[in-house]
């Protein structure tokens, strides 16, 4: 039986700091020492993959590799491979509050270049040992974005055929020509890993896990479906005939279109489901916990027409259940993983979670629906599970509380014993501590009881998400006092 214990939602990019997105830098070690002063267990953050278009961490160039963006420039002008002057010089944002990702590519990728230029000679042996320790998935990474960045960003499903259909001799002859643009994508992996790996490592060795996320499908526009094809359903011409998705719900009217192509489940199961199978072992060699997004889609899944413009003429498509955990478990033994289990649930969903063993989520503030007792009300929920006040796909709980309509809102009130005095976030975060569930996630935006403009995402938009980032008088003794509180009170204390 797992111990009663908390957690701070807060994604890396979302730490402050002096070069435009947070980092693995000296803020992350002082987030770390804040959340161990203040007896919290649990650091989640969302998937570290590379981000592309959209900038979202569920849509990465990589289910493997790693976001250069999060790399510390200061360990690297302390190398002698940047200058002070250069780091300083990068326009990587004038806005200490929002991450911009278009001036990140534009100026942070060319320092990182530049750190490569002057470090290749001096790594070349331990590039060359590093690519060969993770060759299963990085060098299909780095010739995919490097033959990416020749063709100027294109989707592969754009390159010409002799690339994009993988001949042998094209992706030779590519690979001889751009041998410098390959090994700089091994340098990003490289300083990546080496300096995640130190920081949590430094989180691990004060009492605090790292509760990571993997999405359940890859993007598109990926290393993942260019290496292997033929796991996915696609057509001749290696065209998704079906995309991800889930049908219209409470987060949107016409469901959510991701787009994301869809497992061939048959040819993965025809192999023991290999893929997935490495995909979790890497992943625990990255966190500590895994949280395996959108479980529901394993049981049964929403498949969309391609080129349909939203969700809503989807259909469910069974998924391979229990067989695919079955393998996981027999392969990795038994691993601390959380199954998101949000979205439309059936009793099969249900039953699935229930064999896997593994807790799912409930999320507070989809409980007070004036005229039910819902399962995310706290008095409803089992020990194993993860409470939660929101998540990043939410409102803050500020911000849901200024726009709840009178009866919902009052419902929460009177539930909550909600008071100006005590603070309405804090009354709301209380609810959640005190609940039955063995883990209670808050997300630092709610710690810090701030609005709707702080919300990190809205589902089925573009532009504006994955922006926010907590001020830097926030990395003070005093921001989760409360927790430390919260945690003696309710018996949650590292």
């Not at 809205?458 to 001020?471: A, H, K, V």
Request: aromatic fraction near 14%; proline fraction near 4%; include cysteine.
């Amino acid at each position: 039986m797992k111990k009663r214990s908390s957690g701070v939602l807060l994604h890396v990019s979302s730490l402050p700091g002096k070069y435009g997105i947070g980092d693995f830098g000296k803020k992350a070690y002082k987030f770390v020492r804040l959340l161990a002063r203040s007896n919290t267990k649990y650091w989640q953050i969302l998937p570290l993959g590379v981000t592309g278009f959209g900038d979202s961490p569920y849509q990465s160039f990589s289910a493997f590799a790693g976001n250069p963006y999060f790399i510390d420039l200061d360990e690297l002008i302390e190398k002698g491979w940047l200058s002070e002057e250069e780091a300083a010089g990068a326009d990587l944002g004038d806005d200490p509050g929002k991450v911009d990702f278009s001036k990140l590519y534009m100026h942070k990728m060319p320092l990182l270049e530049a750190a490569y230029r002057r470090a290749a000679k001096e790594l070349g042996d331990e590039l060359e040992v590093f690519l060969d320790r993770h060759s299963e998935w990085l060098h299909d990474f780095a010739l995919y974005m490097s033959i990416k960045k020749a063709h100027g960003g294109d989707s592969w499903m754009e390159w010409p055929d002799k690339y994009r259909l993988r001949e042998k001799a094209a992706l030779d002859a590519f690979f001889a020509e751009h041998k410098h643009e390959y090994f700089f994508w091994v340098f990003t992996q490289y300083l990546f890993f080496g300096q995640w790996g130190k920081l949590k490592e430094y989180a691990n060795e004060r009492g605090i896990r790292i509760m990571g996320d993997i999405p359940i499908y890859v993007a598109e526009d990926g290393a993942d479906i260019w290496s292997q094809p033929e796991l996915y359903k696609l057509d001749w011409d290696l065209k998704p005939t079906v995309v991800a998705g889930v049908p219209p719900d409470m987060m949107s009217d016409t469901g959510q279109l991701w787009g994301n192509p869809i497992y061939d489940w048959d040819a993965m199961a025809r192999d023991g489901y290999r893929w997935w199978i490495r995909r979790i072992e890497e992943s625990f060699k990255l966190y500590d916990t895994v949280r395996i997004d959108h479980f529901r889609g394993f049981e049964s899944y929403w498949e969309i027409p391609a080129g349909d413009p939203t969700a809503e003429n989807g259909n469910w498509v069974k998924g391979p259940g229990m067989d695919l955990f079955s393998a996981v478990k027999e392969a990795l033994g038994e691993r601390d993983i959380v199954a998101e289990d949000l979205g439309f649930l059936t009793e099969k969903v249900y039953k699935l979670i229930e064999e896997t063993g593994y807790p799912g989520m409930k999320i507070m503030q989809f409980g007070f629906d004036p005229g039910e007792d819902s399962e995310y009300l706290p008095h409803n929920y089992g020990r194993h599970t993860i409470a939660y006040t929101g998540n990043h796909d939410t409102q803050t709980m500020r911000g849901w509380l200024d726009s709840s309509d009178r009866e919902t809102y009052k419902k929460a009130e009177a539930y909550l014993n909600l008071t100006e005095e005590e603070g309405l976030t804090e009354g709301c975060i209380r609810g959640v501590f005190a609940s039955h569930s063995y883990l209670a996630v808050i997300p630092m935006q709610d710690i810090l009881g701030l609005g709707e403009k702080a919300r990190f995402n809205t589902p089925s938009t573009i532009g504006g998400n994955w922006e926010w980032r907590m001020p830097e008088d926030a990395l003070k003794k005093r921001t989760l006092k409360k927790m430390k509180r919260l945690n003696r009170l309710y018996g949650r204390s590292l």
